[in-house]
Each structure stands twice: as C-alpha cells, then as structure tokens.
Nanobody
Framework: QVQLVESGGGLVQAGGSLRLSCAAS????????MGWFRQAPGKKRDFVAD????????GYADTVKGRFTISRDNAKNTVYLQMNSLKPEDTAVYYC????????????????WGQGTQVTVSS
C-alpha cells in the first residue's frame, strides 16, 4: 500500500510561483508512474501532469504546458510540481497519484491518491 502526502500549497498572487511536493511511502517509489491532478470547486478532477518511473518522459495538460514542470527524485521518494506564472484559473485542490501500470500520459486510472493540497491564486 502506497501512501502519498502532498505539501506546498497556499495563497499566491497571479503571476507568482509555487512548488508542490508529494512524498510517497509504503512502496518502491521507482516502480510507479506519478501524476498530478486538480479539482476546482464544482468541477471534475482534471489531469495536470505526469511522469514515468525514471523521469525521462513527461506529459502536460495544454492548460499548463510551458508554465508547470513535473519532476521526481527517486532517492527521496518525492515528486514535484513547479508552478510558474500562476493564474486565478489554476485555483484548485491539487492531488498527486501513483500507478504501477506502465506509463501512458494523460490517463486518470491511478492506483493511489493523496489527500490534496489547496492552491489559491488571487487576481
């Protein structure tokens, strides 16, 4: 059983930056592809970014491409989401997720999910 704990959310002004972290425990981290998703109030959960086990392949939603960067440190069992040039429409709860299924970008059928961290971008 893999446990995922997100951190790094908060309140930031439009144009600012935040770095989210997701620490994993209870499994062999390098065996898992990782993803970030977000859910705004009243909306469905959306894919944001994902990364394969080695960090050599990454995918992004069109809405964040060029502004967000996903990365991972397998020695620290952690995946990151660097968010730059934030916009009010990026406001959401951000979730990280893990899957042992071979990496396919953009999927949402992950095995494990964190509890989420709130990101609020003010205009």
């Amino acid at each position: 059983q893999v446990q995922l704990v997100e951190s790094g959310g908060g309140l930031v002004q439009a144009g600012g930056s935040l770095r989210l972290s997701c620490a994993a425990s209870g499994g062999t981290f390098r065996n898992y592809a990782m993803g970030w998703f977000r859910q705004a109030p009243g909306k469905k959960r959306d894919f944001v970014a994902d990364i394969n086990w080695s960090g050599t392949t990454r995918g992004y939603a069109d809405t964040v491409k060029g502004r967000f960067t996903i990365s991972r440190d397998n020695a620290k069992n952690t995946v990151y989401l660097q968010m730059n040039s934030l916009k009010p429409e990026d406001t959401a709860v951000y979730y990280c997720a893990a899957t042992a299924i071979p990496y396919v970008s953009g999927r949402d059928n992950y095995d494990y999910w964190g509890q989420g961290t709130q990101v609020t971008v003010s205009s």
